[in-house]
């Protein structure tokens, strides 16, 4: 058997069980806010900050939780190693974007026309 096929462990049940938990706190964060809505805005955005922290703390520790973080790590270290274009080269580039828009607007205009042309020929309707 490879690693694959052989069986799960048992966190995946407590796993089910956070996520649970997750539910319920990030339920009791939106009634919380819509039952205390008298209460000062500031004090339930902060009691929802709270409980949504307290989810993603509790997410963390699932096996998805763990490897959404991993994931999220190598993206920043990707994009890091990403080499941004100057000033000079996104202003030239975005240049070029619109002068091949606005030809090919003209192109398909001019297509267009030409069609609407010949369908009208064909048929014998003239459309103002």
Known sequence: MNASTEEQPSSSSFD???WGVIFLLLA???AGNYVYG???VLIRAIAVVVLVGIAGLVAL???KGRNAAIFAKEARTE???VVWPTRQEAVQTTGIVLVVTLLMS???WGLDSVLFWLVGLVTGLKVL
């Open 28 to 30: 009791a964060a939106v």
């Open 38 to 40: 008298e209460e000062s």
């Open 61 to 63: 520790q699932t096996e």
């Open 106 to 108: 003209v192109l398909l």
């Open 16 to 18: 089910t069980l956070k």
């Open 79 to 81: 994009v890091r190693k």
